[in-house]
């Protein structure tokens, strides 16, 4: 009982209270009441408006980072494609050859006129040398210089090139470059032939032989204004696995041509006359 009266009074007082208030309310009172009223609506607009900034603010970063997400992919992608191109460019590197595209020294033995391997054909106006390997391991150029030759004796095969690059880098002549040589099919009329020694079955090419091809098709290129992009294989005539090594990996291959590239962008230097003018 006793709490229930405690609570009773305090009730009554609160009563008391509330009707003071109640007093209170009216007049004066009741205005600053409703400045507290509007006040508090202020406040609770200005804080719905913080919050729709703080979320319109949000949303503004959002897109914010979304434009900022997008050009960090583009960056992404074009630092990913310049890499690329950077490997693709490290790919066309040379192999560091010292040599220019000035005339090598030739030893020119030029074949017999004869049905199967120097027909004496006009040839027309050069757009291309073509690389072949002789396909007969440790053979030297002076033997494949003389097979052709031997040729014109009825062996039945039509068969020779412009030039020959033996094992130690000699260069031998067979046939005249204003002629057609019987070597790539039916890009003959108007390219230059290079057959390579090659001491092993891989068809990989000496350095001495390397070298050697990189100056002669280099020169010859310089001489007929073409550049490493006019260089083709065997291969790229008729699809034959000539030169086998530079068939077989593409990426000498293309080290070769940006040797040949780098050898003509050298000039002809200043070449020492080297004996023997070449047919
Ligand atoms: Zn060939």
Known sequence: M????????STELRSTESTGTGLRNTGLKDTGQKKKNRKS????KRKKKKISRKISVHIHLDGKSLLLGIAAGVLGVLLVMAVLSRCSAEEEKTSGLDVDASEPDISVQLLDINEYSRPGTEADP?????IHYTANPGSTAQQNRDYFNGLQDG???SVSSHFVVG???????????????????????????????????????????????????AFLCAKYGLNAD????????TGKNCPKY???????????????????????????NKGEEHE
């Open 2 to 9: 006793e709490q229930e009266s405690t609570e009773h009074k």
């Open 41 to 44: 609506k202020r406040k609770t």
């Open 126 to 130: 050069i757009t291309g040398v073509v």
């Open 155 to 157: 062996h039945g095969t």
């Open 167 to 217: 094992l130690d880098g000699e260069v031998v002549q067979c046939v005249p470059t204003w002629e057609i040589a019987y070597a790539s099919n039916e890009r003959n009329h108007d390219t230059i032939s290079i057959e390579c020694c090659h001491p092993d079955e891989t068809g990989k090419f000496t350095d001495a032989t390397y070298v050697s091809i990189v100056k002669l098709t």
């Open 230 to 237: 006019a260089v083709i294989r065997h291969y790229d005539v």
């Open 246 to 272: 530079f068939v077989e990996n593409e990426e000498a291959w293309a080290v070769f041509k940006a040797d040949v590239n780098a050898a003509l962008e050298k000039g002809a230097g200043d070449s020492e």
